[in-house]
C-alpha cells in the first residue's frame, strides 16, 4: 500500500499507540549485571575508566545483588580479582577463591539470583593472558584442564551458570565433560563464543587488573573484520554442549548477533562491554548526548538484532528507568 493510503505517522501520534505497535521488548529480566569482587570489607574502590562502577567486597557485592533484585534483575556475572597471581593462575580454582567465596555469599543472602561466574585465567596469571604461556604464547590444551578445574570450582560454590571467556579451542567440551562427571549436569554453559580481539575492552582490564604483560590476545580472540568465523565458533561451541551463546562486544557486532540468532535459534547474549560503557559515560559527562535515551536506545537495538540477555553496566540504570523510578 502507498501514500496516501498508508500512512505510516499514524501509528506515532502518542505513546499508547506507540507501545501497542512496538516490535521489541525490553525488561528488566533481558538483563545481567557484571560485578568486580575484590579483597575487602565494606568497600568499593571505584575503577576510573568506567564511572559508577567499581571493586567491590564480598559484603558491598551482596547488597549489590539485593538492589539488582528489587529492581527485578534476574542475573549477575562476577568477576575475580585475586590477592596472588601466578604463572598459572592458581586463585583461578582455588575453592577459597574469590569468586567462589562470592557465589557462596550471594546464594546464602539473595539466594534468588542466578550467578554466573566468568571463566577465565587472565585475571589471576602475573603475566594476565588467558591461559598457560609456553614458547611466548598461550597453550590451548594445556589450559583446558585448568578452565575445567576453575569451572569445577565455581561450579562446587553453587554457580548456576558457568562462562568461559578465554577463547581456548575445546574449551566448552572440556568443561562440560567436568561438570558431568562430577554430578554438575544442571549446571549451564554461556560460552563466549564470538569473542573479538577489541579494543573496546581496555577500562574492563583496568577494573579487573588483567592487562596482558605482553602481546595481545588476538593469537586467541577473534579478528574484527570476520563474521563467517563468528558462525563456525558458534556451531563448535553449541556441538561441544553450550546451552547459551555469547557475542562479544555488542554495539559493533550487532551483525553478528542477528547471523548467530537466524542461523542457530539458541539463547543468544551480547555484552555490552567497558569501553561502550565509559563512552557514553564520557560524553554524557561533557553534556554531549542525554545518558539515558542513548542507554535506552542502545539496549533496544541490541535485543532487536536478536540478543534475548544482555550483560551491560547499565543493567541498574535501566532496570530503573523501564520501572519508571
Ligand atoms: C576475560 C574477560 C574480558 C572481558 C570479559 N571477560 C577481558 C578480555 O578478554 O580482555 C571484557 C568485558 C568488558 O570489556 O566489559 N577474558
Redesign the pocket.
Known sequence: MDFPAYRPRRLRRNERLRALVRETALAPSHLIY?LFVGAGKDSARPVDSMPGVAQLSIDRAVKECEEAAALGIPAVIL?GIPDHKDAVGSEAYADGGRVQEAVRAIKERVPGMLVVT?V?L??YTDHGH?GVIKNGDVDNDATLELLAEEALSHARAGADIVAP???MDGRVGAIRRALDREGFAQVAIMA?AA?YA?G??????E??E?T?GFGD?RTY?MDPANGDEALREVELDIREGADIIMV??AMTYLDVVYRVKQKFGYPVAA???????AMIKAAAKNGWIDERRIVMELLFSIRRAGADMI?T?FAKDAARELRGK
Open positions: 557484571p568477576f566468568d577465565c587472565c585475571e588467558c571467556s578465554d577463547m563466549y569473542k577489541s573496546f575492552y581496555a577500562p574492563f582490564r577494573a579487573a588483567s596482558p590476545r580472540q562479544k562486544p555484552y555490552n562491554v567497558s569501553g561502550e560503557y550483560l553496566y
